[in-house]
């Protein structure tokens, strides 16, 4: 079974400024998909941003940008420029690409962001 | 597009209660989820329906919960008799389709029911 761990379980940044949230993973598969969602006080999930594992590329989505390590199995969250708006708990989450296994996410254990006027 | 609808928001119930939650998913989507989300942790799938099959119970506690998804639309998780350690949010997602590749499989999250068991 895949596992997925956050080691931070709160970051704080100062607004403008440049926070990375950590995740590392653990499967025995070749090909899958890698995400982080932010989940703000209102409960809802909201995908920020997605990793095709196939795909050497890192994935960016504006301020947000992720560094995928296949090799290391470790795939971070850096948001820049941090806005208020950031301020959430972050999730990141793994989905196998093996079409037996469904379309389950697997998450993490999440990091809270605090963003400090 | 209106997105994945959920009621009631917050549920409070004594133990040994019973309780259901409701989610009508996004229009079109033919895979409906079900996570469990205990406080201070990641969300946990709880079941997955492909239309109106199930594709995936197999961390569904089947001696107290439930659910179904009539028509193949919306859907209603059920517990009963209710413990403490339900006490989480339980969040409904939708996806275009069961597999496939990212874009086409993405699911979106409901705003989710908070259940205290006291």
């Known amino acids: 079974a895949q596992t997925v761990t956050q080691s931070q379980p709160e970051m704080s940044v100062q607004e403008a400024e440049t926070v990375t949230l950590s995740c590392t993973y653990d499967t025995s598969e070749s090909d899958y998909y890698l995400f982080w969602y932010k989940q703000p006080p209102s409960r809802q999930m909201i995908l920020v941003i997605r990793?095709?594992?196939?795909?050497?590329q890192n994935a960016t989505e504006n301020r947000f940008s992720v560094n995928f390590q296949k090799a290391a199995k470790s795939f971070s969250l850096k948001i820049s420029d941090s806005q208020l708006g950031d301020a959430a708990m972050y999730f990141c989450a793994y989905r196998s690409a093996i079409k037996a296994a469904g379309n389950k996410l697997t998450f993490g254990g999440g990091t809270r962001v605090l963003v400090k006027p | 597009e209106a997105g994945v609808a959920q009621s009631p928001r917050y549920k409070i119930i004594e133990k040994r209660q019973s309780v259901a939650f409701w989610c009508n998913p996004i229009s079109g989507h033919a895979t409906l989820y079900w996570y469990q989300q205990i406080l201070g942790q990641g969300p946990k799938l709880l079941i997955q329906f492909q239309n109106n099959g199930v594709v995936d119970d197999s961390q569904l506690p089947k001696d107290r919960f439930s659910a179904e998804r009539l028509k193949g639309v919306d859907s209603t998780l059920k517990i009963q008799p209710a413990k403490l350690e339900d006490s989480a949010v339980y969040l409904c997602?939708?996806?275009?389709?069961?597999?496939?590749?990212?874009?086409?499989?993405?699911?979106?999250f409901g705003p989710g029911t908070r259940l205290t068991v006291l």
């Open positions: 997602a939708s996806s275009l389709v069961v597999f496939g590749g990212a874009r086409e499989n993405e699911q979106f």
């Open positions: 990793q095709e594992a196939y795909k050497q």
